[in-house]
């Protein structure tokens, strides 16, 4: 599924001329108008020709009951039916944070694509998705969403899902375009300022990646870039979107932002609201029901004119004829059940759960769990899921099927391992206790402790912004008293985002950090633990110290006084270490992994040209393992100030314990330049320093020359 080519498009495009010419202005209007499930939505809206889009619709049963109202109309134009479908439908994969972890693009695609098989199945065809937002502040709670903190990596994730999903069968909404994720102080909606340069080079690529990879629509952002409103900024929307980029689907707001103009300051009432959005290139009005009311007096008023109306229905027409939904079959209540939590999707939730899952920490190799020990102790409300409240639950197709982190453990450790268990808190969110002395009892009775901790409820996701990045509630209490006993603690985090572990990571003896796993999280984090697996999930996101040193990232530029022996007037802070605690890129693994023999295929290349770059990478542990080989590469000298890192490849190989492998990723000259400004894009000749490795502080090094000729 996706854009059709050559003939087919012109026929599509004539499809839309004929269709146009029909419709009433009402009609028009009709197709830009999104509304959804819940109070106030009225179904005589869409029987009157008068609803382009609903979303929230997932019982299959009132999913054909919108479609057919569509199809009965005059026009017959049939719904796009839309969904937050972020990370699953019936089977949960890891949050989206969390598959980038997995730096494994094939398996990301996979995930989406479930996803939207599942989604397809239960009559949905739009997904509100895949969130590409850059952000290097883990305060803003939507992180979760994202890909992390680097254009490259971030890219790479943004086609592999968009692929995903749209082989699904749901069309795309890349989003928020453009800068959501640069909130000033991580708070969510505020104001974000990004220089042109860092806009192209940093914000902008992933959305260019997903859509070269097909998607076929976007949403706008809530913020105001640069104080002009996300939702009524031609330059972006429209000069560059559908301009220089050539985009052919189409723009939505997201929900109510075209009302919200008025609280931006730029429209006096709806009406002006309406009339900014649609000029400036947004051509669906997601719940505000705005162009409902006043699109229509605003085009007879001659203040928007006809054309520009009749090219947003025309992009929205595009995406139904493109999608094929004039001609797709109706959804069967009856047979979707049976598509759901297929086992081949539950297959991949679980290899995305283990790939994803991060070991942070393993100092005496704690971890896997050693014969000599003979009692557990599963600690944390955490560990047994309770019914997470999701978009899909009102579908009737069934709970997703979980694993409790204590059975899991039970049925992997051999028959002689006691496993004892106690929530300590109320619920997962970790507010209040139930029973702290029951939980440090257990602890204190046994060989080693499993504390299964992190953010829950109202603790993440969209509105969850905080200036704390400490464990919630009083389970850092739970975790002193812990470690008080004098067991060893592995502590297992679910979290939407990097917290700041500095205490932990001095005082527990292992940390195994995921971003929620989704249908599959626990099983795979007790083959973790037990040794099953390998981990071999890496930082999307670098982990602060401390909340003071956000933003903190890897890719920074040098400055002119950098930290050399951490004397006062150098660029340090006084009561911190610059580094973050866990750089960007970095995963521990029950192998270890050297490196050597750094080469690149010839000395130079041209401003045009491609190299070979290779390194030999050996397993040099007991156990098979997977290694994330990272390239980076550094330009010490050019026309503008260059990042001291920045990652343009990497690739993730399983090696055999004691396998060397000839490891080698393609280096494109053309792709190794920065923006100014003005947005021009400029490739400078001269040195380029090449950095491989398992993070992005590897030290092991090449290099090769940048020629004109």
Not at 211 to 223: D, V
Not at 441 to 447: E, K, L, T, V, Y
Not at 583 to 592: A, E, I, Q, T, W
């Amino acid at each position: 599924m996706g854009w059709k080519t050559g003939g087919e498009a012109a026929a599509i495009e004539r499809r839309i001329d004929g269709l146009l010419k029909q419709m009433t202005l009402d009609e028009k209007v009709g197709q830009l108008h999104l509304s959804g499930r819940g109070d106030g939505f009225d179904i005589e809206q869409i029987k009157a020709g008068r609803m382009g889009a609903v979303m929230n619709f997932v019982v299959p049963a009132e999913v054909l009951t919108v479609q057919k109202a569509a199809r009965a109309t005059r026009l017959k134009i049939p719904l796009i039916i839309g969904l937050d479908a972020v990370h699953g439908f019936s089977t949960y994969f890891p949050l989206p944070l969390g598959q980038a972890a997995t730096w494994n693009p094939a398996l990301i695609e996979e995930a989406a694509y479930w996803t939207g098989r599942e989604a397809s199945a239960a009559g949905i065809n739009w997904t509100f998705a895949p969130m590409v937002d850059i952000s290097r502040d883990p305060r803003w709670g939507r992180v979760l969403e994202g890909a992390g903190e680097d254009a490259y990596l971030g890219s790479v994730v943004a086609a592999a899902r968009t692929r995903g999903y749209q082989r699904g069968g749901v069309a795309t909404s890349v989003k928020h375009f453009v800068g959501y994720g640069a909130a000033e102080a991580g708070r969510d909606y505020n104001s974000t300022w990004i220089p042109t340069s860092q806009l192209f080079d940093l914000y902008l690529p992933p959305f260019k990646a997903s859509f070269e990879a097909g998607s076929m629509t976007a949403m706008a952002a809530f913020n105001a870039l640069n104080g002009v409103p996300a939702t009524a900024h031609k330059g972006m929307l429209t000069d560059l979107l559908r301009g220089k980029w050539g985009f052919k689907g189409f723009v939505t707001s997201d929900f109510g932002s075209i009302t919200e103009l008025r609280l931006h300051g730029i429209a006096k009432d709806d009406a002006e609201a309406a009339r900014k959005a649609l000029l400036a290139g947004i051509d669906m009005d997601m719940m505000g029901n705005v162009y409902h009311k006043h699109l229509a007096g605003e085009v007879t008023a001659g203040r928007v004119p006809m054309k520009a109306l009749d090219e947003a229905v025309r992009r929205v027409l595009r995406v139904k004829f493109h999608l094929g939904l004039f001609e797709r079959a109706d959804v069967d209540p009856a047979a979707a059940p049976a598509l759901m939590q297929t086992q081949a999707a539950r297959d991949v939730a679980l290899k995305a759960a283990q790939d994803g899952a991060m070991l942070l920490k393993n100092a005496n190799e704690t971890l896997p769990i050693g014969a000599t020990v003979k009692s557990v102790a599963v600690i944390g409300a955490m560990a047994v899921p309770e019914d997470e409240r999701v978009w899909t639950d009102p579908a009737g197709l069934g709970r997703r099927v979980v694993q409790a982190l204590p059975e899991a453990l039970k049925q992997r450790l051999p028959a002689d391992v006691s496993v004892a268990y106690e929530p300590a808190f109320t619920k997962a969110c970790g507010t209040e206790f139930a029973d702290k002395d029951a939980a440090v009892r257990a602890a204190a009775a046994s060989d080693l402790v499993v504390a299964m901790l992190g953010e829950d409820c109202e603790f993440m996701g969209e509105g969850a912004s905080r200036t704390k990045l400490d464990l919630p509630g009083v389970q850092q209490e739970l975790l002193e008293a812990l470690v008080a006993t004098g067991k060893p603690v592995v502590l297992v985090l679910a979290t939407g985002r990097p917290l700041v572990l500095t205490w932990a990571d001095a005082h527990v003896a292992a940390i195994l950090q995921t971003f929620h796993g989704g249908t599959e999280g626990r099983a795979a984090i007790a083959d973790i633990l037990t040794g099953k697996v390998n981990p071999s999930g890496r930082v999307p996101m670098s982990f602060p110290r401390s909340v003071g040193q956000i933003p903190v990232y890897y890719d920074q530029l040098p400055t002119g006084r950098p930290q050399k022996i951490r004397q006062r007037y150098e660029s340090i802070y006084i009561d911190e270490a610059n580094e973050p605690l866990y750089p960007f890129g970095h995963g521990l693994s029950y192998s270890r992994f050297t490196y050597a023999n750094a080469r690149v295929s010839k000395p130079s290349m041209p401003l045009d040209g491609t190299v070979e770059v290779s390194v030999d990478v050996t397993n040099a542990g007991a156990r098979d393992g997977q290694e994330v080989v990272q390239l980076y590469i550094r330009q010490p000298v050019a026309s503008r100030s260059r990042p001291v890192r920045e990652l343009k490849a990497f690739d993730k190989v399983l090696l055999r314990a004691g396998e060397t492998r000839s490891v080698r990723l393609r280096l494109d000259a053309a792709k190794l330049g920065a923006h100014d400004e003005n947005g021009r894009y400029k490739v400078d000749p001269g040195q380029i320093e090449i950095y491989l490795g398992g993070s992005s502080q590897t030290s092991v090094m090449t290099q090769v020359l940048l020629t004109t000729s």
